[in-house]
């Protein structure tokens, strides 16, 4: 299964669609159980994303593979505090995967990387790698000399930026992890329902709809399968705050999805590509 679960909304009232806010328990035992059966077994998470970490800790099994990320470091909030927190935290001695949140504390002192480094060779992190919103930062770093094992990158149908670097990432043996798959619900939210700031997406929206509608599919089904069938592409991290939302997530990956809508998602593009990234829409 290349779906993996991400938690911020586990932790932080956040997404533009999300009109559920913080699972209760009960809900989060639903999701888990759900995901158990659907052999979903990767989760991601963030120090920065409230007490997502506690209620990971709390439901995850030894079986789920936990990718977390480190960010906003401070010498009373260093790498070695957060990520010791973390273990505390997720009830785990060692964990799948560890990134960095915020790539220019990574850029302005790369002995961090070499931090890290020591906590993968110590057996407590199988991968290290970053996560990214910008292909420029990719390229800094690869010319750094940071390769990373694992990457968490934005990809959708309509942003495809990072999608020129996939195959150069897999000769370095990175696993991809894709996020914003739905850009955040955006795809979802009724045109009618957005604001201007959202104008030069509409056209682009519009044709994503258009392409949904003459094939038969359900939004959902268009943006994760594009996502899913890229060979690229070893996790998709996709958030829910409810279990029946897993459930379509789970049957929306099943569907056939054809080269020919493909390659029709393939030819549609953006006026103001700034807009896909979510933290311009303030």
């Known amino acids: 299964m290349k779906i ?28 888990f159980a759900l995901a158990n059966k659907a ?17 990971l800790g709390q439901f995850s099994n030894p079986e789920h593979r936990i990718v977390t990320k480190l ?17 505390k935290h997720l009830k785990r001695e060692k964990i799948y995967g560890c990134l960095f949140h915020n790539i220019e504390e990574l850029t302005k002192n790369n002995d961090l990387w070499t931090e890290l480094l020591d906590y993968k060779a110590a057996g407590k992190i199988s991968k290290i790698g970053y996560s990214l919103y910008e292909p420029q930062d990719l390229l800094d770093l690869l010319e750094a000399g940071l390769h990373p094992d694992l990457i968490q990158l934005p990809y959708s149908i309509l942003d495809r930026k990072f999608e020129p670097y996939f195959e150069q990432l897999k000769s370095l043996g990175t696993e991809i992890h894709i996020r914003s798959v739905f850009l955040q619900g955006l795809y979802f939210k009724p045109m009618e329902a957005l604001s201007s700031k959202f104008n030069d997406l509409k056209s682009a929206l519009k044709e994503v709809e258009e392409i949904a509608t003459e094939f038969g599919l359900t939004k959902v089904e268009l943006a994760l399968n594009y996502v899913l069938k890229n060979e690229y592409v ?16 789970i049957n929306a990956s099943k569907i056939d999805f ?25």
């Open 4 to 31: 993996g679960l991400g938690t911020v909304q586990w932790g932080l009232d956040y997404g533009i669609a999300n009109t559920h806010g913080i699972p209760s328990d009960e809900v989060l035992n639903s999701i």
């Open 39 to 55: 052999g979903i077994n990767l989760f991601d998470t963030a120090v920065q994303y409230g007490e997502a970490e506690k209620r």
């Open 71 to 87: 960010g906003n470091l401070t010498p009373q909030n260093s790498l070695k505090i957060q990520l010791e927190n973390s273990f």
């Open 234 to 249: 070893d996790y998709a991290i996709i958030g829910v705050e409810q279990s029946s939302q897993l459930k379509e997530i």
């Open 258 to 282: 054809s080269k020919s809508i493909e390659e029709q998602l393939n030819a549609l593009s953006v006026e103001n590509p700034t807009l896909l990234n979510p933290s311009n829409w303030k």
